[in-house]
């Protein structure tokens, strides 16, 4: 049996001005953590939320808040999120080159877990000191869209990435997000990814609940034939 499956909605395409309802819609049709994508509108072009609505949610409900920060000072969000109630503080390698070790223990005595993500055309060596430092973050996002926006295509040829390090880490936490659905979680979960992260798939969706469990029907059974 392989790491156990997560799936994520992505609330960045829930209807924000209903966060919590829709939380807990996902929650009820099975979701085992809410993806929370925090944006500051220079690290990528797109500015969404941050700590004050993480600690808003925070007061609706005790799920697994996983945070990707797509900002470029992680370090200059790890108190407030800790006190916002986060549950995962997944940062990106490409702003973090010369404070990781730093920023992962300060994730860690706020309480939060850490994870590094990268951007499509980062390459995978860069992420092995995070995970085999005396300090080792505890997943790694490999991103298969730019990051920035929901609704984009696949990006296929990042899950060299994902076969890799799982090739390398049996039992690390390996999370995939952007374009993730029924057409495209197998090739995915296939690569090795546990942690499916999924906006536009779920929530447009007539049946919600019907995509969640197909996409950890595909991780397991991925897992099953490995
Ligand atoms: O981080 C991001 C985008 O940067 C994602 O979490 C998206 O929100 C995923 O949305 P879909 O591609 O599944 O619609």
């Not at 009820?28 to 072009?45: E, N, Q, R, T, Y």
């Not at 404070?99 to 309480?111: C, F, R």
């Not at 092995?128 to 696949?154: C, S």
Request: aromatic share 6%; charged share 20%; with cysteine.
């Amino acid at each position: 049996m392989g790491v156990a499956a997560k799936i994520a909605p992505s609330m960045l395409s829930s209807d924000f001005a209903n966060l919590a309802s829709e939380a807990k819609r996902m929650l009820s049709l099975g979701a085992d953590w809410l993806h929370m994508d925090i944006m500051d509108g220079h690290f990528v072009p797109n500015l969404t939320i941050g700590a004050p609505v993480i600690e808003s949610l925070r007061k609706h409900t005790t799920a697994y808040l996983d945070c990707h920060l797509m900002v470029t000072n992680p370090l200059d969000y790890v108190d407030p999120m800790g006190k916002a109630g986060a549950s995962g503080f997944t940062f990106h390698v490409e702003v973090s080159k010369e404070n990781w070790q730093e920023l992962v223990q300060k994730i860690k005595a706020k309480g939060m877990r850490p994870g590094v993500a990268l951007k499509p055309g980062t390459p995978i060596e860069e992420v092995y000191p995070l995970v085999e430092g005396e300090h080792p973050v505890e997943m790694v996002l490999v991103m298969t869209v730019e990051p920035g926006f929901g609704g984009q295509k696949f990006m296929p040829e990042t899950m060299e990435k994902v076969r890799v390090l799982r090739k390398k880490y049996p039992s690390l936490d390996i999370e995939v997000d952007g374009g993730l659905g029924p057409s495209t979680v197998d090739v995915a979960a296939s690569a090795g990814a546990n942690c499916i992260v999924a906006g536009s798939s779920v929530f447009g969706a007539s049946e919600p609940g019907q995509v969640i469990s197909l996409l950890r029907k595909s991780v397991q059974g991925a897992q099953q034939n490995n």
